[in-house]
């Protein structure tokens, strides 16, 4: 009888244990159901650009980041893109990201240089690195650290977005024979290159890429760098000045960055954080592919429509090679962080050249 009676308990207490089973599976399945059908956080951000809708190489290069974050995300993070002008002035981008007007925006760090004079080190040093060699220094060596600490102030955290490569000397209206030809010249030139320019008796300006050509042709200014051939052509500044100099001095290399608002992108989940990351390195190297294959094409166009290539002398490189080392000396002695930025970048151009 005892025996039967404790079969007959550790039975019936089995049959409950199972049944509490059952219940606890199905309440696990009903949750998983309901989490499913949970349609996941969406979120729409715009950037701002300092570029003309849809420009080839750097207008078309925002769109295309833009487009790839939402394929990545699977609609999760989508990207609104304003040319220059259309929601803020080109010259304005860091401003509007760092308020919070825009999540993200797309030009070059040496644009801000009247707020982040520190900014100018990261778009092209004279003289300096190549661009496979910045991209190293940026995201293997110490360059990143820099750039988010120079940047974290203002909420902003930048990012590689692209890289133009090694660009031209600019265009002129007049031949320079000596640096006797550069003074009186009133020359569009952003950054430290324009600096150096202003120490040989030029006077330099800053201006955006949408006013370059009429400025050029009007009589405005008698010279201006821009890009290379692919974005030269595409502004028809061939039609506006003569005489197209190289080697691009300023800019051995000039990187694009994407500036990302820091409050907003904290509040992406971790994988959508890891997409736009993702997103930009992508974007970055299709920048690279873009401007060698078209630029090749570009200056066969301009050489068959007569366009004159000019080697600056050597006297002309010597002298903006020493006012460079200067311009640069008295950037890195404004701030501890400058010193910082300047060694670190020396220091690695040592270590890769007999690369």
Not at 15 to 26: E, F, I, M, P, V
Request: net charge negative.
């Amino acid at each position: 009888m005892k025996r039967r009676h404790l079969f007959g308990a550790a039975a019936a207490l089995l049959a409950t244990l199972g049944l509490a089973g059952c219940n606890d599976d199905k309440k696990v399945e009903t949750t998983g159901q309901q989490a499913a059908s949970e349609p996941a956080k969406t979120y729409t951000w715009k950037m701002v650009t300092a570029w003309p809708k849809n420009y080839p190489g750097l207008g078309t290069a925002a769109e295309r980041l833009a487009e790839r974050v939402k394929v990545m995300s699977d609609g999760r993070l989508t990207i609104k893109v304003y040319a220059a002008g259309e929601l803020v002035p080109a010259l304005e981008v860091f401003d509007a990201v760092s308020r919070g007007t825009a999540e993200l925006g797309h030009g070059a760090a040496y644009y801000w240089k009247g707020k982040v004079p520190t900014a100018q080190f990261f778009t092209s040093v004279p003289f300096g690195l190549s661009a496979i060699e910045m991209n190293a220094w940026l995201s293997k060596g110490e360059g990143q650290k820099f750039w988010d600490e120079a940047y974290a102030p203002f909420g902003v955290k930048p990012m590689v977005v692209g890289n133009t490569g090694m660009q031209m000397g600019g265009w002129y209206n007049k031949e320079i024979n000596s640096l006797g030809d550069l003074r009186g010249l009133k020359i569009r030139m952003p950054g430290l290159g324009g600096e150096v320019l202003a120490r040989l008796g030029a006077t330099t300006v800053n201006l955006p890429g949408g006013e370059v050509f009429t400025a050029l042709q009007t009589g405005a200014i008698d010279a201006t760098d821009w890009v290379s051939p692919y974005n030269d052509l595409a502004f028809g500044l061939h039609k506006a000045a003569k005489y197209y100099y190289y080697p691009g001095w300023q800019e051995p290399q000039a990187v694009l960055e994407l500036l990302v608002n820091q409050k907003a992108l904290d509040t992406l989940p971790e994988d959508l954080q890891a997409i736009l990351t993702e997103a930009t390195r992508a974007a970055s190297r299709d920048m690279m592919d873009d401007y060698v294959y078209n630029n090749a094409l570009a200056l066969d166009q301009l050489k068959q429509q007569g366009v004159e290539l000019k080697r600056f002398p050597d006297e002309v490189l010597d002298a903006m090679q020493e006012q460079s080392e200067l311009v640069l000396g008295e950037l890195a002695a404004q701030s501890e962080l400058n010193g910082r930025i300047w060694a670190s970048m020396k220091a690695f151009q040592e270590q890769v050249k007999p690369m």
